[in-house]
């Protein structure tokens, strides 16, 4: 699986403002995830909403994938800072 | 007692229960030694490690326990925290110390 494929799995199955995958061996993935979905959600729920996108890719697949969730408005106050 | 049980009576037997791969002492995976890590500088010095390397039943029921597909996963007071990232975030935000303070006083 390529960070490509991670990253439009991901975005197939959850309404993103913006996607980020890094990793070239197909297993160990880094990505930044903004989804106006995170909103009011730990990150616990942010991850887990990540990981049903992914689905059965995710324990098939990935070995690990290292994320940092945002909300839009989160992600606005990051790049400010 | 099937395994759904068996991590139900851990999580609240212990206080802090990490499911890793290895063992603190020879971890078999960096996110789970760099979880370690993290609990270590928190000042735990006691926490229950479970290999779930050691027991392939674990190591499946523990990803169905929380509804979490990677390991290590980190249990406080009976309740999961997260994994490797998430426990890294909140300790560099101070938010794990706090945690892990009113759950061992």
Redesign the interface.
Known sequence: MTADEVRSTIMNGLPCDYVEVLGDDGQHFEAVIVSPQFAGKNMVQQHQLVYLALGERMRAEIHALSMRTLTPEGWTRSAMQ | MNVQDKIRNQVTANSVVLYMKGTPQSPQCG?SGATVQILKACGVQDFAAVDVLADPEMRDGI?VYA????VPQLYINGE???????VR??YQQGELQKLIKSAVD
């Open positions: 996110f990803k509804n979490w597909p990677t999961f925290v997260g994994g490797a990232d998430i975030e909140m």
